[in-house]
């Protein structure tokens, strides 16, 4: 029996729902779009609905807005069954097949926008996506995957809940709308670890694995990617943990002058800031790009901290549920808080003690983990601190004193800081701290161990000496004219310039621009303190510096002049290279990078260095873009021979920087000059990429970090960004293999014609020769002098800074 019948036409699309005995229930329908017409004449007559129900339904059609509402009315039980709508939605509104499928497809799309890995893939990627996932229905109890099976496909749910059940159970896990189901490790082995079911009946999407991967691919190609790596609290995930944390996360836009929390799902979440900047309102700490906060909620009962935070710019945070840190940093998610916590507390004690380097990281160790009894006072008001404590668990009280009697005046919560600032300059806190819970284990810095170490802390080369010096010095001492020292048989002596400004400043020296006082020619003077030298065991460093520089001369080379000595420091003179570092062209570049005409440019000048280094049978062996200066007309010039060693000599010792040391030195293996093309490789791709192919991001532990570089330097792995030429990505890749004998193709000799001759070189016509004879203009031209130079803070000098250290011989053979 059909449902209705009009005048002139077939049955009008309408879906009745199913109704309970007694009762009345409002459906909306929609009408097909028919062409209704009277036989005769071919008009467009308004249809005349005639109900094919019998005395015990009545059925009437109203108007609401611009749907049709169809009003049934049952007076007794009657079977409705074959006249029930197949497919409604959640308010009764039928829809066809066809509508449903958009819906569910619009539902994928806003789904996958929202998760980071997602978000910002390349269009056609994403577009293909979308276009390939496929639709499935399934009931209570369907299994959508066994254990063992092979993997073909990854699966976002749309509807409905699941479970998947791990071999380990530690692992399980449930799955609901929004959620997606890609494990990375299943993928690689392309074997299921587990198996997944329905709970309730439900709709899920399917993108197969092919084009999965082809996102994945997309995505570590990427500058989002990259940021991750960048993240500290990431750092120690493996690549397949970093792609997971990215399918989960939720990109939140928040405006300028919001609060976070009208924008962000209720619970405890981890959150990361890509862009913009945010304030804690609780501390008044503006949070920046790569920073993450929140994570003191994780550790408290209750979340309070997200109503802290406003939007201070537009700001795009990423937000990590708490289901989902917990699968992948649980397990180092405390640690790293803690060092967190740790590293700001160091770096508050230098700034207010002026302690630095090697200091810093004693000072990380002296933390220690304590636990005290209920009742135990750590603190008392109006006293001293004798040090500072970052509860980690239980339960601190703060007290203070009323009316000569002890009174609570609030709680401190989990990793909460008392006493910093009042035990580093001496101050009586107004209150106290004692233990509430039964048991309370504590983070302490004593101040007696953190007295120790300051006082060990020797004089410094820095600017804070500077200021200190400088200002000391009398009128009649700034005209006395300094003591001339005798010159050498046509050379300079000390006394014969004048120091004008800091250039730079290193481990155990300064870098100062002087002017010769007859002439007015600008050279560049590396003052190095004989004690700092020696004590830092930089003895044979500094004289192979000395020795390499008298062997060297070629115009990519910064040119050795002369080099003087007294009874406090040795001093190197060079010519001056006043266009600044690459390093900082590489930084005020928008893209952070070089297009490749003028990365060309830079590498050809480099190779030449090298060319001539190597003949002279010298290994640079500290290639990186903070070594090479560029002269006031924009040529580049190599500096810092402290590395340099005379090739034929065992060259085991490590040396130069993590991100650009060659595999052969972490084998064991030791330097030759093929390790300086392995350098002069990173080199090309720091400079086209923006960043070199082996860093894991920021670390505050440089030992850690180091370690994690070596790791990937030996996989010998290297992914391109998609603006890689053909030619750059295969002369890199030549240079970049792990074996020293298979590089460029085992032709590579002292001369590096090989390289001079690839077609990279060739296509962007630069040659060795025509950059030293000046033939070839350079690409980078400082916009004024010294533009790109580190602010040292445009200190002037009248003297050439000196430590108060004893005399000493060392270095007296070469100087």
Not at 192 to 208: E, F, L, P, Q
Not at 329 to 338: K, T
Not at 513 to 528: D, G, P, R
């Amino acid at each position: 029996m059909g449902c209705l019948a009009s005048k002139g036409a077939g049955p009008a699309a309408y879906q009745v729902g199913k109704l309970s005995k007694g009762a009345e229930a409002e459906d909306h329908v929609e009408e097909t779009e028919a062409s209704i017409t009277d036989g005769g004449d071919g008009s467009n007559d308004k249809a005349l609905f005639v109900p094919l129900f019998d005395e015990e339904f009545r059925f009437s059609r109203t108007v609401q807005g611009k749907k049709l509402v169809s009003k049934v009315t049952q007076s007794k039980a009657a079977p409705l069954e074959h006249v029930l709508a197949q497919h409604q939605d959640e308010e009764g509104v039928s829809m066809s097949p066809d509508e449903d499928y958009s819906q569910g497809k619009e539902f994928l799309v806003e789904t996958l926008r929202k998760k980071y890995f997602f978000a910002h893939l390349r269009d056609a990627v994403f577009q293909e996506l979308v276009v390939v996932a496929e639709r499935h229905h399934c009931s209570a109890q369907d299994s959508l995957y066994r254990e063992g099976e092979g993997i073909d496909c990854v699966h976002l749910i749309e509807a409905g809940s699941f479970l998947c059940l791990m071999s380990d159970n530690d692992r399980s896990f449930s799955a609901k709308k929004g959620d997606i189901i890609a494990s990375m490790e299943e993928i690689r082995l392309r074997k299921r670890n587990g198996g997944m079911s329905a709970v309730s009946a439900g709709t899920y999407w399917t993108i197969d694995i092919g084009t999965f991967k082809k996102a994945c691919r997309s995505f570590m190609e990427s500058l989002d990617y990259r940021f991750l790596t960048q993240v500290d609290y990431f750092l120690y995930l493996g690549e397949d943990h970093l792609l997971e944390s990215a399918f989960h996360m939720q990109v939140i836009h928040i405006p300028r002058g919001q609060a976070l929390s009208h924008y962000v799902d209720t619970g405890k979440h981890l959150y990361i800031l890509r862009k913009g900047s945010m304030s804690d309102n609780s501390t008044d700490r503006v949070i920046s790009s790569h920073q993450v906060f929140g994570e003191a909620d994780i550790f408290c009962e209750e979340s309070t901290s997200v109503s802290n935070f406003s939007c201070l710019e537009k700001s795009l945070v990423l937000q990590l549920p708490q289901s989902k840190y917990e699968d992948y940093l649980d397990h180092g998610l405390m640690g790293i808080f803690e060092d967190k916590i740790k590293i700001q507390i160091v770096q508050e004690v230098a700034r207010i003690k002026k302690v630095h380097g090697k200091r810093m990281d004693d000072i990380f160790q002296l933390f220690e983990e304590k636990v005290y009894t209920s009742g135990t006072a750590l603190a008392m008001p109006g006293e001293a601190m004798d040090s500072t404590v970052i509860l980690k668990k239980g339960k601190l009280v703060q007290v203070e004193e009323r009316g000569g009697k002890m009174t609570s005046c609030g709680t401190l919560n989990p990793y909460t800081v008392f006493g910093l600032t009042a035990m580093i300059r001496n101050k009586r806190p107004n209150t106290g701290i004692c233990v509430k819970s039964e048991s309370a284990t504590c983070i302490v810095l004593s101040k007696a161990a953190l007295k120790k170490v300051i006082q060990v802390e020797g004089p410094r080369r820095n600017s804070s000496f500077i200021k200190a010096t400088v200002p000391a010095m009398t009128k009649s001492s700034v005209a006395k004219k300094p003591k001339q020292k005798k010159k050498k048989k046509g050379g300079y002596s000390l006394g014969d310039f004048r120091p004008m400004r800091m250039l730079g400043q290193g481990q155990f020296g300064v870098v100062l621009q002087m002017q010769h006082i007859k002439s007015n020619k600008i050279f560049a003077l590396k003052v190095q303190y004989r004690r700092e030298i020696e004590e830092l065991g930089q003895v044979e460093r500094v004289k192979q510096e000395r020795l390499a520089l008298g062997r060297l001369d070629h115009p990519n080379i910064c040119k050795f002049v002369d080099s003087f000595k007294d009874e406090k420091a040795v001093y190197l003179l060079m010519e001056a290279a006043r266009g600044g570092e690459l390093f900082y062209h590489l930084e005020a570049s928008s893209t952070k990078r070089f297009d490749e005409h003028t990365a060309c440019f830079i590498a050809a000048s480099v190779l030449g260095a090298l060319q001539h280094i190597h003949s002279c049978g010298l290994i640079y062996r500290d290639l990186k873009p903070e070594n090479i200066l560029l002269d006031s007309k924009g040529y580049p010039k190599l500096v810092d021979f402290g590395c340099a060693k005379i090739a034929e000599e065992s060259n085991m010792t490590m040396c130069g920087t993590p991100e650009y040391v060659p595999p052969e030195l972490i084998k064991g293996l030791g330097y030759d000059f093929k390790s300086d093309y392995w350098q002069f490789g990173i080199l090309l791709y720091e400079m086209i990429c923006g960043f070199t192919p082996f860093e894991p991001g920021f670390c505050a532990d440089h030992a850690t970090k180091a370690r994690l570089i070596y790791e990937r330097i030996l996989m010998g792995n290297v992914e391109f960004p998609r603006h890689v030429s053909p030619d750059a990505r295969d002369l890199i890749k030549k240079l970049l293999l792990l074996h020293p004998d298979q590089r460029m193709d085992g032709l590579l000799d002292e001369t590096a014609r090989v390289i001079e001759n690839h077609s990279w070189f060739l296509y962007h016509k630069m040659t060795t020769s025509g950059i030293a004879k000046r033939k070839i203009s350079p690409c980078l031209t400082p916009a004024s002098e010294n533009s790109f130079q580190p602010n040292m803070g445009g200190m002037n000098f009248t003297r050439i800074p000196q430590p108060a250290t004893t005399s000493t011989n060392v270095l007296d053979d070469v100087y």
